[in-house]
Structure formats: C-alpha cells, structure tokens
C-alpha cells in the first residue's frame, strides 16, 4: 500500500494506491476481501493485504448486519431428504421467475455448497443433525427443501465471523468513507473519491480494481424494512457508465415499522391477530375479517403468509395469501388508518365469522403446526415453542412481544435487480465488479435466502478473476490523473455550494422525503402507467433543479440527496419503459388499471388491475446513463443462455493449471471483450 497526495487547485488530497478497493461491509464484501487475500496468496503474490482495502460509511451499519426475519434464510443446493439436487436443478428454479441470466443462475448453483461449508467451517451456527447433515425446509418460491437458517440473524452471523477474519488476515478497513465516484480511465475503473466523514476531506483510493458491495436502495423508500440510512452507490455507478438492469423488480412484505423487522415464517405460521386503528390508536377493528368466507380460510392465508411472505400477484386471487398484502396496503393507504400484529391473541370473530380453531385450518397448515409440536392456544405461546429467538430479538430492539403488538405495513424489502454483470460478476465497465443485492443477478421472482447465496458466490467469483487476471495490471499515470483531477474539483465544487448555499437552493432533506413518498407511492407495490408517467416527469424536474439551483444542507445530507434523486431516476425510467412495453402486474408488484380486474369484488375499482404479460419474462430491462447528456436510456436484451456441460477432466485440468479458465464466461468460451494475460500455477 503506498500512500501519497495530489494538489488539485490549491487543495492537497490524500492518494492511496492498492489492487483492489472493496466498497461496503457487508456479507458479500467481506468476502470478496477474504477470498482475494487467500487467492492472491495462491497465486504467489507478495504481501497481498497490502494490495487491498476495505472502505465503509460505517462497519456495521448495512443491511448484512442489520437486518433479518423469523429465521433468517440461506438458500443452497439441498443436502437432505431422498431426492438428488443438481446445479442445474437449483439453476432452473433460480431462472423460473425470468428476466434471469442463466450462466450466473448455473453458477449460483454449481457454488452454493462452497461456500455454505466455508460459511459453516467459520462458525456461523447452520443446525445439523447427529449425522452431521444440514437439514432443509421449504422457502418462497422454493420447490425442494433448501433454505436452512442459523436463526434470525443469520446475515449478522456471516458478517461478524467474516470480520474476524478479514482482520486476521490485516486487510486495511477505511471506515466512515462515503464513497462519491468511482473513477474511470481508458481501461475502465481506476479508483474511487470519498469523503471522510470524520475530517469531512476528500481522499481518492487509486486501484485496478474496484468491488462495489454497497447493498440496495433502502432510502429510496418510504415505507422501508432496510436499516435507516441504506443508500446503494446506484448513482456512483450509473455516472460511472454501468448499465443496471431488473430494476423494475424490488420486492415488498410485511414488516414491523418500529423497529424495522421482516415479519415473515413463524411470525405469520402461528397465525396472529390483525387488527387496524384511528391514527390516535383507537378504533379497533377486525380489518381482515369482511374480506374472508370463513376465519378458517382467513387463518391459513395467514399461516401461509410464512412462506409466501413477499407479496406476490400470483397470489391474490381466490382469497390467496397476497390478498393480505392488498387489505393491509388499503387500510393505510386508502383509508388512513394503522395496522397491528398481536401475538397475544387469535384472531378474533367478528362480521359473522365463526371463533378460531387450530383444528379448522387446510390440512397444509394444521399439518406443520402438528408436526411442528404447535398446537398451544395462543400465537406468542406458539411462537416461544417454535422460535424462541424471534421473540428474544424484538426484546432487544425494546418491544416485548409478551406485552404489545407491532404496528406493521408493506414495506420495500428488497430489490432483485441492480447492476448487469457477466459471469465472473465484471459489470459492463472493466475492472469494475458488483456483488451482493448491488448486482441484482435474480429476476422476477427468486428463492428466499438466494440473496445470500449469491452474495458468496459472486464475491468469491469476483475475487478469483482479480486474483488471477487484474492482479498486477497497471493504470495509465495521466488518464488516473485527470479522472482524479475531474472528480476533485466536481465534488469539491458540490461541497462548497452546499455550505454556501445559493438563494434558490433546495433543501436537501425535503428533496429526501419527497423522493421517497413518490417511490413509495408510484414504484412500489401498487403502480399505475399514468402515477408512473407523472412521477418520472416531476423526477425529472427535481433532477433538473438540483442541477440548476444547487442543495442546502450539511454536505453529506446534499450529496446523498442528489445521489437519490439520480437513482429515483433510473428506477422509474425502468418502471415506466417496463410498463409501456405492456409488462402488466408482475412479480411483486401490481398495476392497476381502469379496465382490469378487482382482487376481490368488493374492492372498489382504485384496485382493478391488469394480469401480467408472460412474454416479458424472456428479456431483461437495461437501463443506462450517459452522463455527457444527462440521459437514461432502456434496452430488452435477451437472457444469456446456459446448460450444464459434460466437461473432460484433463482439459479441465490444464485450463485450471494454466489459469486460462479464469479468462471465459461460465460455458468456457472466451470473454468476447478482452484477451487476458494469465498467470500459471
């Protein structure tokens, strides 16, 4: 690592030269930092923690470490039960919702147990039984028993014992570094600028190499699960020139508002009360009640609710499970009023239903429960016998669950796009790598816990390529230089005037909560072509502005402001070609339409929707910004194709040993963009 200045206009900047800069800390880029030390020790290079660094607004403070449900899932190849589970198995169940990339889905699967083991071997808790098998369970969208759960903080586990390990190893962590661009020269991505949020200077980190791991668009929402403060360097790596893609396809569930908690799997099976309030909290109503021919189908939707958690289209009709979603939306949306979850009682009879009963629940439900030993008469007694951990982890954010209820809405959960990247997780700049929910590799629908699971592999993969192939490639001393230079003055300029604000400057933090209530309203769960069109336009106008008239605030509350108001841009850009292409309802989210269908018939008509174009499924959205034209622009690009081959080990074996493996796409042909230089071993 060496370290240096450079003097631009009078302003002396801190240079420190790596490899590899890792942005985030979180699950996936810890591991990207682990994996790259002990590849680059493989591969005989000299000192290799000196030739990395981690930089982080705040270790600790992203999604991995903050966030979880019932019992946190993490999705892998099956290790149990009487039925074989393949890598291309587990990639056609990835690539049933669509919109996805076949050759990374493949990779997910043909990876997955690499690196749950490895996750295991570090002493993240994943139960086994006495034979030492890691038995499954069935999660969203999952047709085998794959998912398995260290408990609700199953994210936090990876977090904390990757740590450790990344501090063994005496990678350098730059923390409180809010990165500002990722830099560019001829070659691709050179380094990136950040603010020091504890000096409040700029520094630039020059470097092969960069690994974006900064997570999803948590404040882009409103009504929002993500940890407060989750931004996503989307507009870093839109002005970069990285084409993103699926950023139509967020998803959304119920979760507690205070604290920010998934209420997914056993808090839904053992079937609590819903009830809705005035916004002073009274008024207490059996909300879900009218809605439903008996307490024994309300009951099970409920129960089902655990694993058919995200709302989902596909689930509305014939009183499915998202029917929940739809009723608990329109009590707080269209009728102003607050929801509640209570674990202290059954649901209760009113509007002519008959009382609860275990008993009269679908025998799917009534099943697990038996099975389950969950048959005590209350939800919270259930819920102590079933996962006591999911009551201990409520206590220790201040809410006992013993004793209140949780107020609860649908909230933006998750975003299965993000960035396109090949199959080594290279985005469509070189030498710039996302990984983690940044680089969105699922489509419409995916598998509870796959997050995680790609998370592992993509960083893993992401660090074999720079560990093998960019290991020692050298940046251009002028073109570093001038795109240095560049974003010195660029974001020093957007400092100043946010500390010397013009007359007609916006304030940033209305900026915020206006991008935010415009997400939630028009690019969340319920859209409309028309909300859509006249979002993306006032989106444009705020854009316009902020370029125009500058932001008032501290600087990071100015510049975090722009960096949303960009990414809202590109979100609704996608939103709004997606649906003029004729996308209808789809995935997690439901458009309505004049001429559509009611999701019950007494809905009034604000719900009729439109069902969802199958066709789409077949492209993936691209959505690009030239930020010479200040422009978005769309494309539908074919999904890559990929089967599992039947490879020879020989040639397998000298493509390894000479490296050459590392310089071709998941079917083994090479990359079409470059020719690598490789190094043997």
Request: include cysteine; proline fraction near 4%; aromatic fraction near 8%.
């Amino acid at each position: 690592m060496k370290e240096t200045t450079m003097n631009i206009d009078g302003r002396t900047v801190p240079v420190i030269e790596v490899n590899t800069v890792i942005v985030g800390t979180g699950a996936a880029g810890l591991n990207c930092a682990c994996r790259l030390f002990r590849e680059m020790e493989e591969t005989g290079v000299a000192d290799p923690a000196s030739r990395l660094a981690v930089v982080t607004r705040g270790v600790g403070l992203g999604t991995s470490n903050n966030s979880g449900s019932d019992k946190q899932t993490y999705y892998k190849m099956g290790t149990s039960g009487t039925e074989p589970d393949l890598a291309v198995d587990f990639a056609r169940t990835l690539t049933a919702g669509g919109c996805t990339h076949a050759d990374v889905a493949l990779i997910e699967g043909a990876n997955s147990l690499r690196g749950f083991y490895r996750l295991a071997d570090l002493g993240v808790p994943f139960p086994h039984n006495a034979n030492g098998g890691f038995i499954g369970y069935k999660t969203d969208h999952d047709p085998r028993q794959r998912g398995t759960s260290a408990g609700p903080w199953t994210s936090r586990f990876m977090v904390r014992k990757l740590l450790v390990e990344l501090r063994r190893y005496g990678i350098a962590v730059y923390d409180r570094f809010h990165v500002l661009a990722v830099l560019t020269d001829g070659d691709g991505a050179c380094g990136v600028l950040c603010l020091n949020l504890a000096s409040g200077g700029l520094t630039v980190l020059r470097s092969r190499n960069v690994v974006a791991a900064g997570g999803g668009p948590g404040e882009l929402y409103e009504i929002s699960v993500y940890p407060k403060g989750q931004m996503g360097p989307y507009a870093q790596l839109f002005e970069a020139g990285a084409a993103a893609h699926n950023l139509t396809e967020s998803q959304f569930g119920l979760a507690s508002i205070d604290p920010r908690w998934n209420l997914s799997g056993t808090y839904q099976q053992v079937i609590p009360r819903y009830y809705s309030t005035d916004a002073e909290g009274n008024d207490e109503r059996e909300f879900l009640n009218p809605w439903f021919p008996s307490m024994a189908a309300l009951a099970t939707d409920i129960f089902l609710k655990g694993y058919q958690w995200p709302f989902d289209h596909d689930k509305v009709a014939d009183f499915g499970s998202s029917l929940i979603d739809i009723l608990v939306q329109n009590e707080m949306i269209n009728k102003g009023r607050r929801v509640f979850m209570d674990f202290r009682e059954n649901p209760r009879a009113t509007d002519g239903l008959e009382p609860f009963a275990l008993e009269d629940l679908d025998a799917e439900a009534l099943g697990y429960l038996e099975r389950s030993g969950a048959m005590q008469a209350t939800p919270i007694e259930r819920l102590a016998h079933m996962n006591p951990p999911s009551i201990e982890l409520y206590a220790q954010m201040g809410v006992d669950l013993w004793k209140a209820p949780l107020e609860i809405g649908v909230c933006s959960q998750h975003c299965n796009g993000g960035f396109a990247v090949d199959a080594w997780w290279e985005s469509t700049v070189r030498h710039l790598f996302v990984v983690g929910e940044l680089a969105g590799t699922h489509g419409v629908k995916r598998p509870g816990g796959s997050a995680l699971n790609a998370g592992q592999v993509g960083s893993m993969r992401a660090a074999q390529r720079i560990a093998h192939l960019y290991h020692d490639d050298a940046i251009d001393d002028g073109a570093f230089a001038r795109a240095a230079q560049a974003a010195v003055r660029r974001f020093g300029g957007l400092i100043a005037a946010a500390e010397s604000p013009a007359a007609e400057a916006l304030d940033a933090q209305a900026v915020v909560r206006d991008i935010q209530h415009r997400m939630s309203a028009h690019a969340g769960m319920v859209r409309s072509a028309a909300g859509v069109k006249a979002a993306l336009a006032e989106a444009r106008d705020q854009w316009k502005r902020i370029r125009t008239a500058g932001l008032k605030g501290s600087a990071i509350e100015a510049l975090e402001a722009r960096e949303l108001a960009l990414a809202q841009l590109g979100f609704l850009t996608a939103v709004d070609a997606l649906l003029k292409r004729g996308s209808g309802s789809r995935g997690s989210h439901l458009v309505t339409d004049p001429s559509g269908e009611l999701p019950h018939r007494d809905l009034g008509d604000e719900w009729r929707f439109i069902g969802e174009n199958l066709a789409l499924r077949d492209e993936i959205l691209t959505v690009t910004y030239d930020a010479a034209a200040d422009a978005f622009t769309t494309a539908a690009v074919a999904p890559r194709r990929a089967e599992a081959t039947d490879d020879w080990f020989e040639n397998t074996w000298a493509a390894y040993r000479d490296a050459s493996v590392f310089a071709t796409d998941g079917d083994g042909a090479p990359l079409p963009y470059a020719i690598y230089q490789t190094k043997k071993h």
